[in-house]
């Protein structure tokens, strides 16, 4: 063989030999007898003695959370047999409620004050105090009253109300940190709201020989507020009401400071006139007649006011008065009743319509005005007697001032002029109204809301 020759062709491979690793099985099963397991029976004395024990204890559980629940109802837990007066506060004469009258659940049937009642002396500084100690586990109504056979007395009478319980109440004379004299209700122990005691209330006033007082201070969370024809009788340095989750009715007070105070309950007033005025409650409307000549305050939430509002002023200092709401309307009808004053206002809701109106306007008064909704139209009618600057503003919408002849005191000529700011432009509309010169920069009244319209009378 020559060294320059191709090598021999390899031998071809032999196929791959594959081992099978899985084998079929049988397909046939045998069948694995069960054997039932069987649990030895208990005797009858074992099966008795467990059930007996499970009973036990289950009693012994249940009679151990009823005796708890009756310490703490006694207050014998969290509370302890202590009656809940706080410090400062001087107890007189007590009665409990066996020595109190029944009165009818139905309240159409009228009441029979046939109970014992506490008889204060008053004085001319005297401050009437009638509260709740603790702030729970009491509710039911007072009515405030007047009578001319009094002369230099109050009276403070009570009544459970029938089914209600008493056995934890207890109500006392007292003497208050600052010299105050009244009635306070006292409780011990805690109390479940479907557990309370239910009372009525009635303190009457004399009519003669106390025509002014220092005070009136009430507080009763839970318990209907009900104020009658005071207005034209008593006069008071200051009232103070409260309740709570509660309405409170007015029919007539007179004072030179008051407050309204309550939660998730309406108040209506028929007259009130006060120099510094504030009422509040939430979640419920206001409503009624509201005189101040110096400040007055109207706020609630999430519920309309409805008011008739009577405001005077003095050369000294401004009135101001304050209206708030949310999500609901607001309507008040202003009466400006003095001539050259000034007056501050603000009023503010949101998502419900805005609207006041000044029937009454004093000579050459001053009105400051700033009125705001959203989501809601607005409309302010002003009085023919304003003078000064207006502005209507919103987004979204038309902004629209209408024009009005004649000053509201029958066929008077109306002289004044009329001085817009340009055209209306982006939903805004402002100007000047007067007669003459010196009333142009007098007053200012802005009105505003979003996405929706302003109509502004002058």
């Not at 109802?73 to 809940?84: N, V």
């Not at 004093?362 to 009618?381: E, F, I, M, Y």
């Amino acid at each position: 063989m020559r060294k320059d020759s191709p090598p021999p062709p390899l031998p071809a491979a032999a196929p791959p030999q594959y081992t099978h690793l899985y084998q079929p099985g049988p397909t046939s099963y045998q069948a694995i007898p069960l054997v039932p397991t069987t649990r030895p029976r208990r005797s009858t004395l074992r099966r008795f003695l467990l059930a007996f024990f499970l009973a036990v204890v289950l009693g012994a559980s249940a009679s151990l959370c009823s005796r708890i629940m009756t310490l703490i109802t006694q207050g014998k837990i969290f509370g302890g047999h202590r009656w809940g007066a706080p410090s400062g506060l001087k107890i007189n004469q007590c009665v409990t409620g066996d020595a109190w009258a029944i009165a009818s659940a139905d309240v159409s049937r009228p009441p029979h004050w046939t109970g014992t009642p506490f008889d204060l002396s008053l004085e001319r500084d005297s401050i009437l105090l009638v509260g709740s100690y603790p702030k729970r586990g009491l509710a039911g109504s007072l009515e405030v009253t007047t009578s001319p056979a009094l002369n230099g007395t109050a009276t403070v009478s009570i009544m459970t109300v029938e089914g209600s319980r008493d056995g934890d109440v207890r109500a006392c004379g007292i003497t208050g940190r600052a010299g105050e004299v009244g009635v306070g209700i006292f409780t011990r122990g805690w109390r479940w709201p479907w557990n309370r005691t239910h009372l009525k209330i009635r303190l009457v006033l004399p009519e003669t020989g106390m025509p002014v007082l220092q005070g009136l201070t009430v507080d009763l969370p839970s318990f209907d507020l009900n104020i009658g024809n005071l207005g034209s009788k008593i006069w008071f340095d200051e009232v103070s009401l409260t309740t709570t989750n509660s309405p409170v009715r007015v029919k007539s007070l007179s004072a030179v400071r008051a407050t309204l105070r309550t939660s998730n309950g309406a108040i209506k007033a028929e007259s009130i006139v006060s120099q510094n005025l504030k009422v509040r409650t939430s979640n419920a409307p206001i409503s009624g007649t509201y005189n101040s000549s110096s400040s007055l305050s109207l706020e609630t939430s999430n519920a309309p006011i409805n008011v008739d509002v009577g405001l005077t002023s003095d050369d000294v200092k401004h009135t101001e008065l304050y209206m708030r709401t949310s999500n609901n309307v607001l309507d008040a009808r202003i009466s400006l009743l003095t001539p050259n004053g000034t007056f501050q206002t603000k009023a503010r809701t949101s998502n419900g319509r805005l609207g006041l109106a000044f029937p009454a306007f004093g000579d050459d008064a001053a009105l400051k005005l700033t009125a705001r909704t959203s989501n809601a139209p607005a409309q302010v009618v002003l009085n023919p007697a304003y003078e000064g600057w207006f502005e209507g503003r919103t987004s979204g919408h038309q902004s629209l001032v209408v024009e009005r002849s004649g000053s509201g005191s029958g066929e008077e000529e109306d002289v004044r002029e009329i001085e817009y700011e340009g055209r209306e432009r982006d939903g805004r509309r402002a100007g000047y109204v007067y007669k003459g010169k010196e009333g142009r920069g007098r007053g200012r009244v802005e009105v505003r809301t979003s996405n929706a319209g302003i109509k502004l009378f002058l």
